[in-house]
T-cell receptor
Framework: GESVGLHLPTLSVQEGDNSIINCAYS??????FIWYKQESGKGPQFIID?????DKRQGQRVTVLLNKTVKHLSLQIAATQPGDSAVYFCAEPAGGFKTIFGAGTRLFVKA | DVKVTQSSRYLVKRTGEKVFLECVQD?????MFWYRQDPGLGLRLIYFSYDVKMKEKGDIPEGYSVSREKKERFSLILESASTNQTSMYLCASSSGLAQFFGPGTRLTVL
């Protein structure tokens, strides 16, 4: 899983460019993953999910890619906009009712 | 759209006070959760509930209790607030694997 530290990994992109945010997971049996977006001072917002029987899923301007071989998933945001500035984190159900949340990546969009 | 609401966005309380945080969801979800979120520590599960009057401890239940008398409402109670409970508190609900979060309550305990 993602490491936890005082400072989140950050990604800075130019407005209009594509963003790629990465997440590693440790449980090879995981079969469902979710990406959340959390803007400053707000609760996490569901963006997109993917099941392990898929390797790609597309939403509106977002694509999630899943590579089960290396236990890695990524969130791609096309034509990044200032409103995309937020912390993004992946999550996976951990059994029972629990969910493991990654520490997150902070995305900065430069105008 | 799923709507999860929390009773307060910001709350300031004094040490030793009893604090109630309320959460309401309007999607008839069976499961509800309380997390706290602190810099560098991510989201940590305090308690969850999978049915009315049912509750389970999460990873950090000490100093907290919960109440679920109705399906749509899940309350978090700090029996005697302490300064180390200053945090962002997030409520979530789910019927499946994906959880849907409320806007959060930023609690400061002085």
């Amino acid at each position: 899983g993602e490491s936890v530290g005082l400072h989140l990994p950050t990604l800075s992109v130019q407005e209009g460019d594509n963003s790629i945010i990465n997440c590693a997971y440790s449980n090879s049996a995981s079969d469902y993953f979710i990406w959340y977006k959390q803007e400053s001072g707000k609760g996490p917002q569901f963006i997109i999910d993917i099941r392990s029987n898929m390797d790609k899923r597309q939403g509106q301007r977002v694509t999630v890619l899943l590579n089960k071989t290396v236990k890695h998933l990524s969130l791609q945001i096309a034509a990044t906009q200032p409103g995309d500035s937020a912390v993004y984190f992946c999550a996976e159900p951990a059994g029972g009712f629990k969910t493991i949340f990654g520490a997150g990546t902070r995305l900065f969009v430069k105008a | 759209d799923v709507k999860v609401t929390q009773s307060s966005r910001y709350l300031v309380k004094r040490t030793g006070e009893k604090v109630f945080l309320e959460c309401v969801q309007d999607m008839d979800h069976e499961n509800m959760f309380w997390y706290r979120q602190d810099p560098g520590l991510g989201l940590r599960l305090i308690y969850f509930s999978y049915d009315v009057k049912m509750k389970e401890k999460g990873d950090i239940p000490e100093g907290y209790s919960v109440s679920r008398e109705k399906k749509e409402r899940f309350s978090l109670i700090l029996e005697s607030a302490s300064t180390n409970q200053t945090s962002m508190y997030l409520c979530a609900s789910s019927s499946g694997l994906a959880q849907f979060f409320g806007p959060g309550t930023r609690l400061t305990v002085l």
